[in-house]
């Protein structure tokens, strides 16, 4: 049986929200040929880009919309010219994750309005662990620092100046059972 979902795509900077069905084996490419077909948009659909807000991350051209609960996919067919560092809006962030003995990496795509709060719920939702408080917590730490409480949580990746490509250090702690 062919697996298909529902997808809600936005295309930037058109400002067009739709919602596709699609099997979860098409590709990015074809995703692209749909849009400039059903909703008329021009472009070099190489050089559009297409941002998975539920995985945080830039999906390739030649990748699979994939089997991704309530996803929705942001997609731009202007990309920026060379920015200014002061126009940069999201920067790529490497996340180091203990879960007891378990490790994993994730690489994700964050705003810079984005607050550390978002990256420990973007922890929980990759590693499907309930973050509510009574079962688990995320713990982040910077340069080995501890960025816990709430007023450092609700910082922003520019007000903390992270810089592209960082690596931030996240342990998974069970509370209670």
Same mark, same amino acid.
């Given at each position: 049986? $062919?697996?298909?979902?529902?997808?809600?795509?936005?295309?930037?900077?058109?400002?067009?929200?739709?919602?596709?069905?699609?099997?979860?084996?098409?590709?990015?490419?074809?995703?692209?040929?749909?849009?400039?077909?059903?909703?008329?948009?021009?472009?070099?659909?190489?050089q %559009?880009?297409?941002?998975?807000?539920?995985?945080?991350?830039?999906?390739?051209? @030649?990748?699979?919309?994939? @089997?991704?609960?309530?996803?929705?996919?942001?997609?731009?067919?202007?990309?920026?010219?060379?920015?200014?560092?002061?126009?940069?809006?999201?920067?790529n962030?490497?996340?180091?994750?203990?879960d007891?003995?378990?490790?994993?990496?994730?690489?994700?795509?964050?705003?810079?309005?984005?607050?550390?709060?978002?990256?420990?719920n973007?922890?929980?939702?990759?590693?499907?662990?309930?973050?509510?408080?009574?079962?688990?917590?995320?713990?982040?730490?910077?340069?080995?620092?501890?960025?816990?409480?709430?007023?450092?949580?609700?910082?922003?990746?520019?007000?903390?100046?992270?810089?592209?490509?960082?690596?931030?250090?996240?342990? $998974?702690? %069970? $509370?209670?059972?």
């Open positions: 049986m $062919i697996q298909q979902h529902k997808y809600k795509v936005i295309v930037k900077p058109q400002d067009v929200t739709l919602e596709l069905e699609m099997v979860v084996s098409t590709t990015i490419r074809e995703l692209y040929q749909v849009l400039q077909y059903q909703a008329n948009i021009q472009g070099v659909i190489d %559009w880009t297409c941002l998975s807000l539920q995985r945080k991350k830039y999906l390739n051209i @030649d990748e699979e919309v994939g @089997d991704v609960k309530n996803e929705t996919f942001e997609i731009n067919t202007q990309p920026q010219q060379s920015q200014s560092p002061q126009a940069i809006t999201t920067i962030i490497k996340i180091a994750i203990k007891g003995v378990i490790e994993r990496m994730l690489d994700i795509v964050l705003k810079t309005s984005d607050t550390l709060e978002d990256v420990a973007a922890v929980s939702q990759y590693c499907v662990v309930e973050k509510n408080g009574k079962t688990t917590a995320v713990d982040l730490f910077i340069f080995g620092q501890p960025f816990n409480d709430k007023i450092k949580r609700g910082k922003s990746i520019s007000d903390l100046q992270l810089k592209d490509n960082l690596t931030i250090e996240a342990k $998974i702690r %069970w $509370i209670g059972g």
